[in-house]
Structures are given as C-alpha cells and as structure tokens.
C-alpha cells in the first residue's frame, strides 16, 4: 500500500497551459506538504497545510495554487505554466504534533515545452 | 532563520570504503533532524532521525549519524559503502511547533568499483 501517492507520475505540457498535479495519502496524517526540486537537486518548500488549512506559503508565484479537499488530499494547480516551472515536485506528509518525519510521494516530473 | 549546509555537492568514494557526509544546520532551539536518500527517479526515502536522547543514532541500511550540539552538526556515516548507495543524499532539519522541514542541497555519491 502506497503511502503517499502522487499522480500524475510524470506530466508534460504546453507553455500557457493549466495543470494539476493530485497527491492522497493513507498515513492518517495531518499535515501536507509540497516542494519543488530543482535541476540541480535542491528541495525547496512550497506550501504547508495543516487539516486543510494554509500553515506555510513560502515565496511562489500566486499561479500556484494548493488545495485540499480533506486532510488525506492536497493538490497543486498550476496557472499558465511558464518554462521555469519545470521539476520536480513532490508531496509530502506528517504528523503536526507527534515526533515523527515526513513521508513523501514519488514525484512528478512536470516538464514545460 | 533556519538552514542546512551540505558542503560537499559529490562525493566518490571506492566500494567497500569508508564514508561521511556532512551536514551543519542553523537553528533557534534544537531541531529535529533527519538524512533522506533519494535513488534516481525516486522520491525521498527516510535513512535516519533525530529527536533528542542519545547523539548517535542508527538508521537503515548500515547507516548511522552523530548529533554534534557544539559543532551544530549531524554527519552521515556508513562504514563500508555498497554501489547500491550511490545516490543522492539530503540533510534536513524540523521544527519542534508545527510542521516545517528545511534541506540542504544535498549530496550526490557515486560509489565506483
């Protein structure tokens, strides 16, 4: 069973075109994230949600929007994709109040052409 | 504000060799911090955390990592590298009150033969 499951896994479209990118995860927890990794590998963070609520919105472009349904779901829609928006991006999760790490998805590989 | 340095962007090392990454972190308080290992095409996988307690901690994988207060440091180490190692290494490091987890810009190992 997939803990932290994104989709789609890899994501390849149009310069000016809308997406989104869909993460669910079945750990019960109540925090999720997403960052956006790089091509040179760095892991940055984009948005934290708390039981559906925004925690963290670090500096992203307001194309960028998260939404989350329910605790389980956090999705990415992404407004008029620029080239520069092309990486990875991957969900995560965890608990907010218990030690614990977070868990993440496999990634989506979002390529702008 | 915090942050994590990773001062080795690649490493090689010979298999069966020796290894240490390196990790320093800035912080207010102390964090919570954690090693992730990303194979290629893969999303991140948990190798090792630490809360509080004892400042060596044991991980998967033969690995293990030292909590260092007066050094602000938590370096990776593994004492005899397999090539199934070679990937990507990251560093982070979380908050104690909410959600919030900061990487370095990692570690890229190859491991040659």
């Known amino acids: 069973d997939t803990a932290v499951s994104q989709t789609p896994k890899y994501l390849v479209t149009q310069m000016g075109n809308d997406k989104s990118i869909k993460c669910e995860q079945n750990l019960g927890h109540d925090t999720m994230y997403w960052y956006k990794q790089d091509s040179k590998k760095f892991l940055k963070i984009m948005f934290s949600?708390?039981?559906?609520?925004?925690?963290i919105n670090e500096t992203v472009p307001n194309r960028f929007s998260p939404k989350s349904p329910d605790k389980a779901h956090l999705n990415l829609h992404i407004n008029s994709l620029e080239l520069g928006d092309s990486a990875v991006y991957f969900c995560?999760?965890?608990?907010?109040?218990?030690?614990?790490?977070?868990?993440f998805g496999q990634g989506t590989r979002l390529t702008v052409v | 504000a915090q942050s994590v340095t990773q001062p080795d962007i690649h490493i090689t090392v010979s298999e069966g060799a020796s290894l240490e990454l390196r990790c320093n972190y800035s912080y207010g308080a102390t964090p919570y911090l954690f090693w992730y290992v990303q194979s290629p095409g893969q999303g991140l996988q948990l190798l090792l955390k630490?809360?509080?307690?004892?400042?060596l901690v044991q991980g998967i994988k033969g690995f293990e990592a030292e909590f260092k207060r007066s050094q602000s440091s938590f370096n990776l180490r593994k004492p005899s590298v397999h090539w199934s190692d070679a990937a990507e290494y990251f560093c982070?490091?979380?908050?104690?009150?909410?959600?919030?987890?900061?990487f370095g810009t990692g570690t890229s190992l190859t491991v040659i033969p």
């Open positions: 995560a999760s965890s608990h907010r109040q218990v030690n614990t790490e977070a868990f």
């Open positions: 630490y809360f509080s307690g004892d400042t």
């Open positions: 949600y708390n039981n559906k609520e925004l925690i």
């Open positions: 982070a490091v979380g908050a104690r009150t909410g959600n919030q987890f900061y």
